[in-house]
């Protein structure tokens, strides 16, 4: 044992010498099962204190690599390449516990997991089916595009100035004024709501946002370290329970009052009005998820965006739900100097969404094939959405409750017991039944689930619902005991 500790070196003796019996033990001096030195001999031939060398192998105990026999000494543990093995790899695991990004609930990646399969029928779905998505005129469409270098390259910071424009056309039918400037085209709304907490607002600011929300399902804003607060509509005083809740913070407010995701329910024009002025007052930007109003099956209220002359409001769209998800194409309408921002964020984060993706979205507003599409699309959803309410009036009226869906992908069904709960979900999981509980978008719900009638077909939605209600009358029985 000719090795010493160096006294001069920025390691600490301690650490010196738990390294160096670590790598005799690496580079298989020292085997597994191997007897080392006494702490008194140790100490007398490394020159050090008998304290250090105890701290050293203490140090290595509790990694794995040594361990002791009572009343025979310190020996290499059997286990000991393992132990190696882990110390020279990452700790991922505390990379992850420790990350900003808040994970998915334990639910929402099983359903992410389980999606891609095909052999599970997915009732809660957000996604139109393969059978509605346009693919023969998404092909023939292609045909009809004039592509050049700049085309095809990086867009410029807002996304495609032509596609920005036919955007434009596009707010104009729904009363809302804006220039190519105030657009900023982003890879979906999702995207849009992360650009907006990272790049609009401070750590520790609050967002309101409804009880049954889509964002107690992704995180961009608690990830970023936002402080959520609900709110209803039609809460009275708005304006005092706002004012009271924002205390000097900044804020924002996030809704999506068209066809609310997960409810499908939409505000009435007093609600909209109502939000817009207790906002103004207070100085509180509106975020307005609009993503389904495409899908409305009769004409639906105008924007609460179209209220807006002072850039109270920013407005989010997507052709995600009404084209095709794959194109990967939305958009934020704010004020120039907060969609130069955004824009800004973006370029950091991406460098722009697909300039493909955005020459066929401009193509198919230009030229009307986005228009006759969502309207044959409408006519598709109301009977799909005709067919499961039927099912659900004839199998589960004394099981459930719900209301006639106005439009988009979804039937909010609220069973009439508290039943919703994990162990519901695992055994239609077991089943090869996908659902969205309740209670990944309203910690507390144990009464409903988004049923989806986009998805599924007629055949897999009848084989659902059966399995659903079977599951629901056990799950009534068991807790009446």
């Known amino acids: 044992m000719d090795w010493k500790p160096a006294p001069r070196s920025p390691r600490t003796l301690q650490a010196q010498i738990a390294g160096w019996i670590a790598e005799r033990i690496e580079c298989g001096d020292w085997a597994a099962g191997t007897r080392l030195p006494s702490q008194r ?21 509790a990694g794995g690599l040594l361990e002791t026999r009572r009343g025979s000494g310190v020996y290499v543990s059997g286990s000991a390449w393992n132990a190696l093995l882990a110390r020279s790899q990452p700790n991922w695991q505390r990379h992850i516990r420790a990350s900003v990004h808040k994970p998915n609930r334990h639910t929402i990646r099983l359903i992410n997991d389980s999606e891609p399969d095909p052999s599970f029928i997915r009732l809660g779905t957000g996604e139109l089916s393969p059978d509605l998505l346009p693919v023969r005129e998404l092909e023939a469409s292609l045909r009809d595009l004039r592509l050049d270098a700049r085309s095809i390259g ?3 910071p807002l996304g495609s100035l032509r596609l920005r424009r ?3 056309t596009k707010l104009e039918t729904l009363g809302i004024r804006a220039q190519p400037d105030n657009v900023c085209i982003v890879s979906g709304a999702l995207q849009a709501l992360q650009l907006i907490a990272v790049g609009l607002l401070e750590e520790g600011s609050t967002v309101f946002h409804e009880p049954v929300s889509y964002l107690n399902s992704v995180h961009p804003f608690q990830s970023a370290g936002m402080r959520m607060r609900p709110f209803r509509p039609d809460d009275k005083p708005l304006k005092e329970k706002l004012e009271r809740s924002v205390r000097g913070r900044q804020s924002l407010l996030y809704t999506v009052p068209t066809l609310n995701n997960p409810t499908g329910r939409s505000w009435n ?8 002025e207790a906002c103004s007052e207070l100085r509180i930007p509106i975020i307005e998820d609009d993503v389904y109003r495409d899908l409305l099956f009769a004409p639906g209220i105008p924007p609460i965006k179209s209220l807006d002359n002072s850039g109270q409001a920013v ?10 998800p794959g194109l990967r194409i939305g958009w934020i309408v704010a004020p120039s100097p907060a969609a130069a921002r ?5 370029m950091q984060t991406d460098y722009g969404s697909s300039a493909f993706s955005q020459e066929i979205a401009a193509h ?4 009307g094939l986005y228009d006759r599409n969502a309207e044959r699309l409408r006519g598709e959803l109301r009977l799909r959405a005709n067919s499961v309410e039927e099912t659900l009036r004839e199998t589960f009226e004394e099981l459930a409750d719900w209301k006639s869906p106005e439009g988009g992908f979804y039937i909010w069904l609220k069973f009439r017991d508290p039943i919703v709960d994990k162990g519901f979900f695992r055994r239609l999981l077991d089943r090869k039944i996908l659902i969205n509980p309740g209670y990944i978008y309203a910690p507390d719900d ?17 084989i659902g619902l059966a399995a659903l209600r079977e599951e629901a009358e056990r799950a009534c029985l068991r807790r009446r005991g």
Request: hydrophobic content about 35%; aromatic content about 10%.
């Open 41 to 61: 001999e140790f100490a007398a031939r490394l020159g050090v204190n008998r304290s250090t060398v105890q701290n050293a192998l203490d140090e290595l105990k």
């Open 154 to 156: 990086y867009s410029e």
């Open 166 to 168: 036919a955007l434009c």
């Open 269 to 276: 024009e007093s609600e909209r009005r109502g939000v817009y």
């Open 315 to 324: 407005y989010l769209g997507s052709l995600s739900k009404s084209l095709s």
């Open 342 to 346: 955004l824009a800004d964020v973006k």
């Open 364 to 367: 198919w507003l230009e030229s």
């Open 446 to 462: 144990l009464h409903h689930i988004r049923l989806s009638y986009a998805y599924a077909s007629r055949e897999e939605m009848g």
